[in-house]
């Protein structure tokens, strides 16, 4: 439970974070796919947490390898971790080859042209050069075809000057569990591996490691599930939450018949209701397609366990819920209101806004007080 009374005065929103329960969550998944290892995705600011907390829990708790978008995330990260192995999952750009070197991180290559050129820059400074390869195994968004996987095996300049740290390819169904894709796409890259050195093999993020053994690898990516997210839709993944997020109510008023709320008048209800009028919105994280209307329901806000819906538009700073299930006087200025927490979930909050926990968890607010605990427990 987040201690209120501690927080500075005035604070309208916080989110808190436990990075015990972050690296007892790594562990879990640690343990789950033995002897496989586990890395973690720690990209876009360790999926909106801070990369600057979340990594040193993540390497205090033992983890060894991390995974991130962007050079200038594994930068970060490269300052966090000293030793860690740091695979960049969109690759080298030209013109950033050196960088890459300055930091000893690790591109994941995912096209010809690219391993062409990443090939071609260990030659020109007479060395070997560090890489993964990313195999398209039906996702159709990043990676090597068949193909060109065939062309590089069979053409020594592309491989001979790399040092191939892992193959690795991505799944497009993992969170449904009896998706025959997911089968589909592990037998073409099982039948792909025999034409590559034999190096470890990373197929599984949160969802995936959830398929059992055959899609482990030597090594799982897990991002979402390492902050509390259940991203399988089938079998529950061993983890607990990691966030909670709070904002205030800063006004509790009876709505008249015939009245609307908010921004163009979406819901108006014809009896009276009271309205509770929270500081956070679409600026922090509350959807503006949790809105609800008179024909729509949206998302919703907890007080105490108790679910109270979101009413009208959300705008940026502010959402209006209606608390007129509440008895008389419960719902006052001040309190707080939980947005994601023991009674909502990622998941909800999520589909509440017609989309995924993933999409709550990067998209919290920036402007709340964050406040992290549980250091005190982690331990390798
Ligand atoms: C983001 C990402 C992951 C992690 O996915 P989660 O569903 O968050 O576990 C793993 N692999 C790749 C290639 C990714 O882009």
């Known amino acids: 439970m987040i201690d209120f009374d501690a927080l500075p005065a005035g604070t309208t929103g916080v989110i808190q974070i436990d990075l015990g329960q972050l690296a007892a969550n790594w562990q879990a998944l640690r ?6 290892r586990c890395g973690a995705v720690v990209k876009a600011n360790g999926y909106g947490l ?4 979340v990594v040193p829990a993540l390497a205090n708790a033992g983890c060894q390898t991390f995974f991130v978008a962007t050079l200038s995330e594994a930068r970060e990260v490269r300052g966090l971790a000293p030793s860690a192995t740091i695979f960049v999952l969109d690759g080298v750009l030209p013109g950033s080859e050196a960088a890459f070197l300055e930091i000893d991180a690790v591109p994941v290559l995912s096209n010809l042209e690219e391993v062409g050129d990443w090939s071609a820059y260990a030659r020109q400074h007479g060395t070997t050069l560090p890489a993964a390869l990313h ?3 039906g996702l159709n968004r990043l990676g090597l075809p068949i193909k060109d996987i065939r062309q590089i095996a069979s053409q020594a300049h592309y491989l001979d000057p ?5 193959v690795m390819s991505h799944l497009a169904s993992a ?14 890259f099982e039948g792909l591996l025999p034409l590559l050195p034999t190096v470890a093999t990373s197929i599984a993020a949160s969802d995936g490691l959830m398929l059992g053994k055959p899609f482990h690898g030597q090594l799982v990516r897990p991002g979402y599930a390492l902050y509390g997210g259940q991203a399988s839709q089938g079998q529950a993944t ?9 904002a205030r109510v800063l006004q509790v008023a009876d709505l008249a018949p015939g009245q609307s709320v908010g921004y163009s008048a979406t819901y108006k209800p014809s009896e009276q209701r009271k309205i509770a009028t929270i ?13 609800a209307s008179n024909d729509e329901r949206g998302g919703q806000v907890a007080f105490a366990g108790q ?4 009413v009208g538009r959300v705008s940026m700073d502010l959402t209006t819920v209606d608390v007129t299930d509440f008895e008389d006087g419960v719902i006052k200025r001040g309190m707080w209101a939980e947005i994601v927490g023991p009674t909502i979930s990622l998941e909800q909050a999520g589909a509440h806004a017609g989309t995924i926990g993933y999409e709550i968890l990067t998209s919290l607010s920036r402007r709340f007080h964050r406040i992290y605990t549980g250091e005190e427990r982690i331990s390798a």
């Open 238 to 246: 061993p983890v607990k939450p990691v966030v909670s997020v709070y």
């Open 50 to 53: 801070g990369a600057d907390r």
């Open 135 to 137: 195999v398209d195994t």
């Open 279 to 291: 500081a956070a919105g679409y600026a922090d994280g509350i959807l503006r397609s949790a809105s």
């Open 162 to 166: 790399l040092k191939i740290y892992l």
């Open 175 to 188: 969170d449904e569990p009896q998706n025959a894709q997911n089968q589909a796409q592990l037998n073409v």
């Open 31 to 36: 343990d789950e796919v033995l002897p496989a």
């Open 307 to 310: 679910t109270a819906p979101i």
